[in-house]
């Protein structure tokens, strides 16, 4: 791997990292040589997957977080920077995709998707920034949206589309204040991934031009780990505000 490519040293936090589209950015930030921290609700999930990157040569560590709880994204991040050093990268993957059409939405459903689809990624973009700007070398923060935010959209997606439409705007606005502190801020629209998340969905079966199958095939966890590791890399120093859409080619279809 080129130095253009190389995140040797450098501490990637990614939320969500224990299985499904957050274990592929984790393998693939881990074989870049970064130092890869899994934060994830489920401790002993996460515990599994950082020993799994161990035994393949990298180096990575755990943290249990949950991204809906404030105090515990403080508490996450200040250990997170105490025990690793300061993120570099922070990969927002954590989320819920559940389905509910909107005739029968109901606002706790609303409220739990938005808790964790885009207040979680505001408050640990918010913590992790606070520690890269303190540490003055600069960052990458990583939003995971949806292609749904394109057109790949199912039955169903109302709340989850807009609760990934919150992470453009969040995009948008915080490339803008950190760009000062040489922090650019990025997202990846992933098309469809079959992950254990995604085949476990509950709702309305997922019917909708988001069923078609894209030219290139359906993406894999380590295909959105590509994009994550070029605008995490020293490659793409000068890419800011982007919407990245890793879809398989679905929107030419």
């Given at each position: 791997?080129?130095?253009?490519?190389?995140l040797?040293?450098?501490?990637?936090?990614?939320?969500?990292?224990?299985?499904?589209?957050?274990?592929?950015?984790?393998?693939?930030?881990g074989?870049?040589?970064a130092?890869?921290?899994?934060?994830?609700?489920d401790e002993?999930?996460?515990a599994q997957?950082a020993?799994?990157?161990?035994a393949?040569g990298c180096e990575?560590?755990?943290i249990q977080?949950?991204v809906?709880?404030?105090?515990?994204?403080?508490?996450?991040?200040?250990?997170?920077?105490?025990?690793?050093?300061?993120p570099?990268?922070?990969?927002?993957?954590?989320g819920?995709q559940?389905?509910?059409?909107?005739?029968?939405?109901?606002v706790?459903?609303?409220?739990r998707?938005?808790?964790?689809n885009?207040?979680?990624p505001f408050?640990?973009?918010?913590?992790?920034?606070?520690?890269m700007?303190?540490?003055g070398n600069?960052?990458?923060?990583?939003?995971?949206?949806?292609?749904?935010?394109i057109?790949?959209l199912t039955?169903?997606?109302?709340?989850y589309a807009?609760?990934?439409?919150?992470?453009?705007g969040?995009t948008r606005?915080?490339?803008?204040?950190?760009?000062?502190?040489?922090i650019?801020?990025n997202?990846?629209?992933p098309g469809?991934?079959?992950?254990?998340?995604?085949?476990?969905?509950?709702?309305?079966a997922?019917?909708?031009?988001?069923?078609r199958?894209p030219p290139l095939?359906?993406?894999?966890?380590r295909?959105?780990?590509a994009?994550?590791?070029f605008?995490?890399s020293?490659a793409a120093a000068k890419?800011t505000?982007?919407?990245f859409?890793v879809?398989?080619?679905?929107?030419?279809?």
């Amino acid at each position: 791997m080129t130095d253009a490519f190389s995140l040797s040293g450098r501490v990637a936090l990614v939320t969500g990292g224990a299985s499904g589209i957050g274990g592929g950015i984790a393998e693939m930030l881990g074989e870049a040589g970064a130092i890869v921290v899994i934060a994830d609700i489920d401790e002993a999930h996460a515990a599994q997957a950082a020993e799994a990157l161990r035994a393949a040569g990298c180096e990575a560590g755990h943290i249990q977080l949950n991204v809906a709880d404030e105090a515990s994204v403080q508490r996450g991040c200040a250990e997170v920077v105490k025990h690793y050093g300061t993120p570099w990268a922070l990969v927002n993957n954590a989320g819920l995709q559940d389905r509910q059409l909107l005739l029968d939405g109901t606002v706790a459903e609303w409220d739990r998707v938005m808790t964790v689809n885009a207040r979680g990624p505001f408050l640990m973009s918010r913590e992790v920034a606070r520690a890269m700007v303190a540490g003055g070398n600069g960052g990458r923060i990583i939003h995971i949206a949806s292609a749904a935010l394109i057109g790949a959209l199912t039955q169903g997606h109302a709340i989850y589309a807009s609760s990934k439409a919150a992470l453009l705007g969040l995009t948008r606005a915080s490339a803008l204040e950190l760009v000062g502190h040489n922090i650019t801020v990025n997202t990846i629209l992933p098309g469809g991934v079959a992950t254990p998340g995604a085949i476990a969905a509950q709702g309305p079966a997922p019917e909708g031009p988001g069923r078609r199958m894209p030219p290139l095939g359906m993406c894999s966890p380590r295909d959105i780990g590509a994009a994550v590791l070029f605008l995490a890399s020293p490659a793409a120093a000068k890419v800011t505000n982007q919407n990245f859409a890793v879809d398989g080619g679905w929107s030419i279809t």
